[in-house]
């Protein structure tokens, strides 16, 4: 009787203090933040260098909702953020003053992509596509849409 109990005791310390910890670099705590930054242009592809000035900073409240995109051939993941008028504006601006210039976007710090701003977006919807796990889009996108 006493070693099936040193069994349970065993059993039941391993189960409650030994729990496996999901590693990411964003934070369901905080805010969403969305940051462009102006690549410079003698930049390539292996080391960006980038200006110290973030040029405009999407936040949660600028975006209304986000939906996940996941091309299974690829295994290519895009996030597709909805943003408020605000938001919208800010990205037109933005679109409007930088075409035709590489811009680095960030998702809470953490480099996504940084592509050529090839035209102005007037939509008010926002598709990125890069450096992001299923795991972190799914993450981003779900404190997105509880939040809002």
């Known amino acids: ?8 005791v065993i059993l039941w310390l391993a189960f ?13 705590d905080k805010p969403i933040a969305i940051e462009f930054k102006l690549v410079v242009d003698n930049s ?3 080391q960006l260098i980038l200006g110290d000035e973030i040029l405009i900073l999407l936040s949660q409240q600028n975006v209304k909702s986000a939906e996940l995109s996941v091309v299974e051939l690829s ?7 909805h943003l408020t008028e605000d938001g919208k504006k800010k ?6 003053k ?7 976007i960030f998702i809470d710090g953490k480099f996504i992509i ?5 035209e102005t977006i007037r939509s008010g919807s926002l598709a990125i596509t890069g450096n992001i796990t299923e795991e972190e889009a799914n993450q981003i996108v779900s404190r997105i849409n509880q939040k809002n």
Do not use: H, W
């Open 91 to 96: 990205l037109l601006d933005l679109t409007t």
């Open 1 to 8: 009787m006493k070693q099936y109990l040193i069994f349970l």
């Open 44 to 46: 390539n592809e292996e």
């Open 16 to 28: 409650f203090s030994i729990t496996p910890k999901v590693s990411s670099e964003f934070s369901a």
């Open 98 to 104: 930088y075409t035709g210039r590489r811009l680095a």
């Open 114 to 118: 940084a592509p050529v701003i090839r």
């Open 75 to 81: 295994n290519t993941v895009t996030i597709l953020f």
